[in-house]
């Protein structure tokens, strides 16, 4: 019965350390010298999702703007079919929608990207040059 705590303090343990370890590096402004690295990976995974997420955006309007004009039409309001549009867009849909097409897209574009590194032992060589993969 011992054997469970012992096992969460230690995995605990192990969770601080490379808090620390992190924190250290960042507080130590070594992190600064890959900037540029870091900009440009962004600007490569923005770009490459961008059709991606206007044709997301265009699927929801879409559907946000038949549902509200079919929805007002049968209760006899259809100019306000505008209001619902804008309402579902913009307040509900998009923002929900685009946050997790976005995070899933950059998440495995990074996976992706790792994974080839990898394979084609950049980050082998990474770790030779005293730099953590």
């Known amino acids: 019965m011992s054997a469970a705590p012992r096992a969460w303090i ?9 808090t ?3 924190l250290g590096e960042v507080l130590g402004l070594r992190v600064f010298r890959f900037f540029g690295e870091a900009l440009r990976q962004s600007g490569i995974l923005i770009v490459s999702s961008t059709l991606v997420i206007f044709g997301l955006v265009f ?9 509200g004009a ?3 039409r049968a209760n006899g309001v259809p ?3 505008g209001v619902f549009a804008a309402w579902c867009d913009l307040r509900e849909l ?10 899933a897209k950059i998440g ?3 996976v992706a990207e ?4 990898r394979i084609s032992d950049e980050i082998d060589a990474l770790e030779v040059m005293g730099i953590s993969g």
Do not use: H, N
């Open 10 to 18: 230690e995995s605990f343990g192990e969770l601080v350390k490379f």
């Open 20 to 22: 620390a370890k992190v």
């Open 79 to 81: 100019e306000y079919a």
């Open 108 to 110: 495995t574009g990074i």
């Open 94 to 103: 998009i923002p929900l929608v685009f946050g997790y097409m976005m995070a």
């Open 59 to 67: 699927i929801i309007g879409l559907q946000c703007g038949i549902e």
């Open 114 to 117: 790792l994974g080839s590194m």
């Open 70 to 72: 079919y929805f007002d």
